[in-house]
């Protein structure tokens, strides 16, 4: 299996515009995070789904990021409008949802908003 | 909610050295305790995972272990190397079936040629 595949992996904006970061987890793996990363707060769950379902979004910020899962093999975090402050390193992870849980994340999205 | 400590937050030494990284967390109520990798620029590695009804696992140089009625990990490394150098990072699964991961802030270590 390739891991879990994250694109893109730089993604340069200007304030307002609409951000969309795409996910693949492992084949198999039937739990999927989107996680960010900063300097200040470390690795924070944003939200995560079991089965494509939305299990706890109570890490997402605010009304300007959603999440979907439409299938087993993709999901998207969709920021709209930007800030300069979502400027972080987003990643997604996947795991299986029981017995061996042992997750595994992708390279992660910098984004950077101007 | 579960809070994960790691001190400490830096560490430097030579080469050769055994060494040992510590994580804590409030909530002793844990389903596992993953480590994990990360070099700069890049994601985060899977380096052991140990289970709840476990004390502890082994790869290679590295070894985990598990004492959650104090709310303790430790990763140990035998033998360190410069390609050791990154950050570590603990998390811990929640046993309230939920299965997300509370994270430490990492220990970013240096091994000195």
């Known amino acids: 299996d390739a891991g879990v595949i994250q694109s893109p992996r730089h993604e340069v904006t200007e304030m307002g515009q609409e951000v969309t970061l795409r996910c693949k987890p492992i084949?198999?793996?039937?739990?999927l995070f989107w996680y960010r990363q900063t300097m200040m707060r470390g690795l924070e769950l944003l939200i995560y789904?079991?089965?494509?379902?939305?299990?706890?979004d109570s890490g997402m910020p605010e009304d300007r990021f959603s999440a979907k899962m439409p299938n087993a093999s993709f999901s998207t975090l969709k920021i709209q409008p930007s800030e300069p402050r979502d400027s972080a390193v987003y990643f997604c992870?996947?795991?299986?949802?029981?017995?061996?849980?042992?997750?595994?994340f992708g390279q992660g999205t910098r984004l950077t908003v101007v | 909610k579960q809070e994960v400590t790691q001190i400490p937050a830096a560490l430097s030494v030579p080469e050769g050295e055994n060494l040992v990284l510590n994580c804590s967390f409030t909530?002793?109520?844990?389903?596992?305790l993953q480590w994990f990798r990360q070099d700069p620029g890049k994601g985060l590695t899977s380096l052991l995972l140990?289970?709840?009804?476990?004390r502890e696992q082994t790869s290679g140089r590295l070894n985990a272990s598990l004492d959650k009625s104090s709310g303790r990990s430790t990763l140990y490394i035998a033998a360190s190397q410069p390609g050791d150098s990154a950050t570590y990072l603990c998390?811990?699964?929640?046993?309230?079936?939920?299965?997300?991961?509370?994270f430490g802030t990492g220990t970013r270590l240096t091994v000195i040629p």
């Open positions: 992870a996947s795991s299986k949802t029981s017995g061996d849980t042992e997750a595994f």
């Open positions: 084949s198999g793996h039937n739990s």
């Open positions: 789904f079991n089965n494509n379902v939305p299990i706890d």
């Open positions: 909530d002793s109520a844990i389903y596992n």
């Open positions: 140990i289970q709840s009804s476990q």
């Open positions: 998390a811990a699964q929640p046993g309230t079936g939920a299965n997300n991961l509370f």
